[in-house]
Each structure stands twice: as C-alpha cells, then as structure tokens.
C-alpha cells in the first residue's frame, strides 16, 4: 500500500544546532515534494518545494533534499531558533493532478 | 496582497445537519482546493477546482461537495453531518506549484 512517513515523535534540540526531518514514502513515485510548516491552529505555510530531478534545495537557513532511490526526503534547518517549533509536514505530488499527499507531520521543538 | 480567508473561522453543529464554508483565495488565483484535518488521519484532499471546474476529487462520500465562483471564490458543502466530520476544513489557492493555505474553519460537531 502506499504511505508517507515521518517521525511521530516529537524532536527537540538545542538552539543553534542543525534539526535534520525525515519524510520516507512507499510506493509512490511523486512529481516532487514540498515542505511545509504549521503552527498551532493555524494553515500550513508552504516552505520548500524540489523536484524528482533534482537532489537539494535551499533557501536561508532550510536545506531540502530528495532521493528518489531511497524514496527519502530530508528537512534541514541550520542554526535552530526557538521560533523554528512548529510541526513540519511533507507533501507529495504524485501526477499531473495537485492533489498533494501530505505526511502525519514532526512537531519540532527547539530548547532555548 | 491579502492572503486566503475562511469563514467562518469557528462552527458547531449537531449531527444530522448540513454546512457550508467559504473560501476566499489570493487575488488572481484561479485554483481552489480544499483540505480535511484531523488528529487521526492529518492532512487529506477533498477537492479541487479551477475556473468553477472541479479538476480532481479525494476520497470522501458523496455528503462532501463543493463550487466554485465566476471570481473564485470556493464553497464547501457537508450534508448529513456525522460525528467524525469534525476536524480542520483547510482552503489552499495556487499559482504555479506552491499552495497557499487560509487559517481554516474549525468545525464541531455534537
């Protein structure tokens, strides 16, 4: 069956250190991928987006990248702030459609 | 430029009963789609649509429907209301790949 995976546990880190999230897929073979982050009660905010052909992606302090091989995203935010806790979703988009598939979502938490 | 607004932002409703949301998006968008949230199954499609079309369709029953407006403005329509219909009704308008999301209607129902 398909699936999308992350982390349902929550990650804490310190200030200051590079928080690093997982997005697995199965069974998919997505147009791209987009992350996203949510705050409590509150819309997600689109955040990055990259695509099959390409393997990262920045932008400021958020790095992405994709490996179709291992059907893996990775999530990088460097020099992490207390404003960086949220919960970060990934989403797929699977075909020409926009349906987005979206991940459970890791909730973030960086420690002052 | 104002971002997509829902209203209403909060709704409770009894089991049985019918309700309409209301989705505004950024000006100039023309794709509207609609999102369900809840604690056990997250984020899941609804619908989309495109100039008053709707283009694609998620796995929900028929009780969930929706339209969309000549200005594109989008409504979504739930009938029947049954508990488990409780849950954060997302809108996201689009240009181009990236999806923007309005804050949500938060919907209860008793």
């Known amino acids: 069956s398909q699936k999308i995976e992350q982390n349902s546990e929550a990650l804490n880190i310190q200030e200051g250190k590079t928080a690093t999230l997982t997005c697995n897929y199965t069974?998919?073979?997505?147009?791209?991928l987009q992350w996203y982050r949510q705050d409590p009660g509150r819309g997600p905010v689109f955040l990055l987006l990259?695509?099959?052909?390409?393997k990262e992606k920045r932008k400021e302090r958020l790095k992405v990248t994709f490996d179709t091989t291992l059907k893996q995203s990775l999530f990088h935010i460097t020099a992490s702030q207390p404003a960086d806790s949220a919960t970060y979703l990934c989403?797929?988009?699977?075909?020409?459609?926009?349906?987005?598939?979206f991940g459970s979502g890791t909730r973030l938490l960086v420690r002052p | 430029k104002a971002g997509v607004t829902q209203t209403p932002r909060y709704l409770i409703k009894t089991r049985g009963q019918q309700v309409t949301l209301s989705c505004s998006p950024i000006?100039?968008?023309?794709?509207v789609s609609w999102y369900q949230q809840t604690p056990g199954q997250g984020l899941q499609f609804l619908f989309e649509?495109?100039?008053?079309?709707?283009?694609n369709k998620g796995n929900f029953p028929g009780r969930f429907s929706g339209r969309q407006f000549s200005n594109s403005r989008s409504e979504m329509n739930v009938s029947t209301l049954e508990l488990g219909d409780s849950a954060l009704y997302l809108c996201?308008?689009?240009?181009?790949?990236?999806?923007?999301f309005g804050p949500g209607t938060r919907l209860t129902v008793t």
């Open positions: 996201a308008s689009r240009v181009g790949d990236e999806q923007y």
């Open positions: 069974n998919y073979s997505p147009a791209y």
């Open positions: 990259i695509r099959e052909n390409e």
């Open positions: 989403a797929l988009r699977m075909d020409s459609s926009y349906k987005l598939i």
């Open positions: 000006s100039g968008h023309r794709s």
């Open positions: 649509y495109f100039s008053e079309t709707q283009r």
